[in-house]
């Protein structure tokens, strides 16, 4: 269905945009919210755009691309940030996947609950 990489949303520090795949739109509107509001606020404090993404494995990637010669994007605040968002937002982003993996990968919500547990 998918090949390599699947953008879930995206959020522009240059162009105050935030974007969100339509074919997320069954998504309940309080994680698309949860998304748009982790997003924007990352790229408002630390700059460039902000991308998750699903690898072809269903593993939800961030994806980070200041422009060339953005001398205000903060490299070293944005490791830590996603690093916080990854910690404070773990059950977010797990829940993420598994829906990812369900729905578009057609995996068996029991074994993907196995896999948790081991």
């Not at 748009?36 to 072809?56: A, H, N, S, W």
């Not at 494995?57 to 968002?85: A, M, Q, R, W």
């Not at 937002?89 to 196995?114: G, H, T």
Request: hydrophobic share 35%; net charge negative; with cysteine.
């Amino acid at each position: 269905m998918y090949q390599d990489r699947v953008v879930l949303c995206a959020s522009s520090a240059y162009d105050k945009k935030f974007y969100m795949n339509d074919d997320f739109d069954t998504l309940p509107e309080q994680i698309k919210n949860e998304l748009k509001i982790m997003c924007v606020l990352y790229t408002e404090d630390v700059g460039g755009v902000l991308t998750l993404e699903y690898d072809e494995d269903g593993t939800l990637l961030f994806s980070v691309n200041p422009k060339e010669n953005d001398f205000s994007f903060d490299e070293i605040g944005s490791v830590l940030k996603i690093k916080e968002l990854q910690r404070t937002k773990s059950e977010l982003l797990e829940a993420l996947e598994i829906f990812y993996r369900v729905f578009f990968l057609n995996q068996d919500p029991a074994d993907l609950l196995d896999e948790e547990e081991e």
